[in-house]
């Protein structure tokens, strides 16, 4: 059976992340989502692997998406964005795909076990996980028990608790309902608007899932999908470790890690390969180093998801916060990570203040910063990639991409 | 044998500390003065103390008195604040004293022996606390060599190198004594006038002491009460304290406290209760950290009282400082100690530039504050009750209570 | 036979090191160049050495000069200042010198070997080092294969690859050829005339020497004098070095010097007598530690010179850098030493920006320094001597001597 991943949507409310890193390649500990979906594609056998990029990349994707190749299964097509939205992506494959196919949405964190279900369904089916808050998601109504009436977007009150899981199997006839539709309020082809065209004269299962399922739509959620993640993991220790390392509970340590002396690692938490820890850092709890990184003397980091190749070499902490690929801290920047009045923690997204949730939350900060010494950065703070903090800079506002902040 | 403990004094000159805690319960290692004083009453069998506070409190206040409710023969007796005086608050108290009773002033730092040699005299009678800078104190006449004559406050040309010293031993007599005397040109009644009426017509004998003694009237002077406490005081290890933590010299681990590894301790140095010390801190010699308290990662402290809940979590230097309770020191605050012209560092008493007599003096912070990251303080700055200091702030002058401050 | 040292420079380029310091005192590990020098004179059993100084002296310049009392053999000679130059330092010592002597420039790094082959020689000689780049130098051009014909300064197309390597062996008549030779361009009378001049007339033979050469003319090229000599020394410990430290590669600990507990040390480095590390401090290659130093609790140092009594006792970061002696750098103070475009860092030499062909390159700190804490220093700054840098100053361009810099 071939498998189709969509993995062409822009991710904006990820921004800055997604400046430079596609969504789908969101870091989950050393791999990403996509790559971890591509890898269950395998364990299921699963030979033939598309996935779907946008035509119209910033260039930093490329680096990402050719990560791809060292999956021998997987092939990359790249979508024309004159055409928007899921269901117009899939168009350009009608004449590849002259069976079942199984269609994957590339930027969710799921358990495997959801593709097993979907395979194992003998109908048309669609994922239907089950969620405390449905009215948040798009619903999945159902009729004659397990069949799919119609998928019913962010309803006022959900006729079930099962959310439309973006995972799918699906014949030919898929593409003569995208044929159908028009285009959605959002300006998009909506593949959920072709699946109810479909459902009304075909039997979509609707096959029921509740284990992991998670869109990483928001920067913090990523700090979220990975302790979940690192929640169902084993302890390993595949790297170095000196003499006078402290480590207690349940420290996964990679390839090529080295953790230098004095260093005191608190469980749950997660060291990439090639990476070097310390002397003498603090690393606590859900802190996740994703790999080739460095983490300096006298550091301490919390609760983050520190990107490949990024470096934070000397004196600082990191509480709370998402730091993206290829980042450098100078010497003794500190991300603050509460307020003062303890309130929630609030980023601004796509120009709306939005909570975290988190009392505890510091800073997002986009690929290739580069923050001088003694750079100081409030709560809730964006920085863009490519972007230069000025040495003692205080950063008050968020920074726009490759912008020159000097306080 | 009564005994009457006057603990209603403002201590102004212990602002801001005082603007949430009272005189009398500065801290004392894990203590504070007036607890040591009512232990050692407990220890010469005293069952009947009665404590006198002000009816007029900063709610803060409460918090503190009621743990005296731990002391069982201890009962609380709030002063009418109408009335102005030491002598003043002991008036409403005549009904309940019906023999000789003991007068202690529940603010000073002495030692046991202080009370016992007071119970031992047969007569009324006065401490005589021998120093060697009789003028700045109440100096005390002598007659028939063993008897008071008169109290002189702060003579030009002491008579003697006896100095009252708060604590007495006096019958029912005193009452009326105190009715005949007026205002002092201060304002108040002033237990001393009606000691030196009384003395006229009654022997009252001077019982002379010479150890421990000290009026804690200036915030550094709690670092020095603290001091001369430690210093006779013995090693105690009742905490946990992880492999790899270095103590040198003197320490007193108090009950579930825990040291982290790589934590460097030079002695004497005490670390209270329920205190969670490192990775990888230096506590050098007398540090008091009273209990309850966080001191974090990569943080020095050196000759500092850090009081009851007060964190320094991340990345600070904390130098011959007294911190309040319930203070919060963001990441990589800073204080200095030293000036650059390395003159004594002086601080702002009651309107007045006071030096501290110490060429190394940090800061004094009061109760309930919080520092942003980043922030920098400047020798002998005082910061009050509840202040905010914004991240990266450079403070150069005192911050009154509940300010703001922004740089 | 006698030697004079020649140690009369101003060494203008290295302000603001020699504000304070003689450049022939610049630090080689726990020495001083010229001492190094007078070390391998002493080693070849010369009796006799004048070490010739500027009558016009800071007073700084003493306690240096003072050193060399140590050495039984040394007399210094005071320069008269109103003659300029090397030669006409040269001329006061006529009445001293009665056969041939030995000539040395006192600031040159050396090994012995090159005063050997001098001393070898039958003739007159001087030193011909071997380089790649003589255009940059004074290069000797040679007759008859072994003797000097003309000393070229700085030729455009050199005839050799030989320059003039500051050691000499000269009869008498030298004095005479001083005496014929007018002041050169640059106002002073010049050595190089006077031997060009006695070249003419007699043979000068030129000896080859191709190991360590240096005239350390920059700041920076201290580190590189330093790195130079410290790679051929061996291990050494000498001091107190405590459990929990770890000291990998090849480290020179001297007397007195005290390493603590959780402190990581990467040779090869050099750790000064009477020196006190860590705890918790992080020593990378090439980090010279003087001698009489503090660096503190959590303090990282990086390929840097800290000179002789200079502190840096906590939370500090210094790479790439060079301290002056009797420094004191406040809790926090960083040194950046990279630019945002990661070009070559660029200092002011005598009012020239000038590359220092790093990439990684800090600050220069002269003498008697003082900062206070939090402060943030940037890439190629040179702070003068006596200079005081307020709490929390960003120090973006350089520093007169003795300013009080305030950002």
């Known amino acids: 059976m071939k498998s189709v991943i969509l993995a062409a949507g822009k991710g904006e409310r990820l921004d800055p992340l997604t400046q430079t890193r596609p969504k789908a390649f969101m870091p989950i500990l050393g791999s990403t989502v996509i790559e971890r979906i591509i890898s269950f594609l395998e364990e299921l056998s699963i030979k033939d692997i598309i996935v779907v990029v946008s035509k119209d990349l910033p260039v930093e994707y490329n680096e990402f998406i050719y990560k791809l190749n060292k999956f021998s299964n997987v092939k990359i097509v790249m979508q024309d964005t004159r055409l928007y939205g899921t269901a117009a992506a899939l168009l350009p494959l009608r004449s590849e795909i002259n069976d079942s196919f199984l269609l994957i949405y590339g930027d969710l964190l799921i358990e495997k076990e959801a593709i097993e279900n979907i395979l194992n369904s003998e109908y048309n089916s669609i994922l239907g996980v089950e969620v405390n808050n449905p009215k948040d998601y798009g619903v999945l109504n159902i009729r004659d028990q397990k069949f799919l009436d119609k998928i019913v977007e962010k309803p006022e009150n959900p006729m079930s608790n099962l959310i439309n899981g973006g995972i799918y199997k699906l014949d030919q006839k898929i593409f003569d309902y995208i ?175 939005i909570t975290t949730k988190r009392k505890k939350f510091g800073a997002i900060i986009g690929g290739h910063v580069r923050t001088g010494i003694n750079v100081t950065i409030l709560p809730g703070i964006k920085i863009g990639a490519y972007a230069r903090i000025y040495p003692g800079a205080i950063v008050n506002r968020d920074v726009q991409k490759g912008e020159f902040f000097k306080s």
């Open 179 to 353: 044929d159908k539709i028009g285009k959605s309020i959002r300006g998009e082809y909506e593949l959920p608007d072709a699946l109810n065209l479909m459902a009304t004269e075909n039997k979509i299962e609707v096959v029921k899932y509740n284990k992991t399922w998670m869109d990483i739509g928001k920067p913090w959620e990523i700090i979220d999908a990975n302790k979940k993640i690192l929640d169902v993991e084993k302890s390993k220790n595949n790297g170095e470790v000196e003499d006078g390392v402290v480590i207690k509970g349940k420290v996964i340590i990679e390839n090529n890690a080295k953790i230098l002396h004095g260093t005191y690692i608190e469980g749950p938490a997660y060291i990439g390969s090639n990476s070097l820890i310390g002397p003498n850092s603090y690393i606590r709890p859900y802190s996740i180093i994703c790999g080739n990184n460095r983490i300096g003397a006298s550091v301490e980091i919390k609760e983050s998801v520190i990107m490949e190749n990024t470096k934070v070499p000397h004196l600082s902490y990191v509480g709370d916060s998402v730091l993206a690929e290829d980042v450098n801290l100078g010497a003794g920047t500190l991300i603050a990570n509460l307020r003062f009045d303890e309130k929630e923690v609030k980023v601004n997204i796509k120009g709306e203040k």
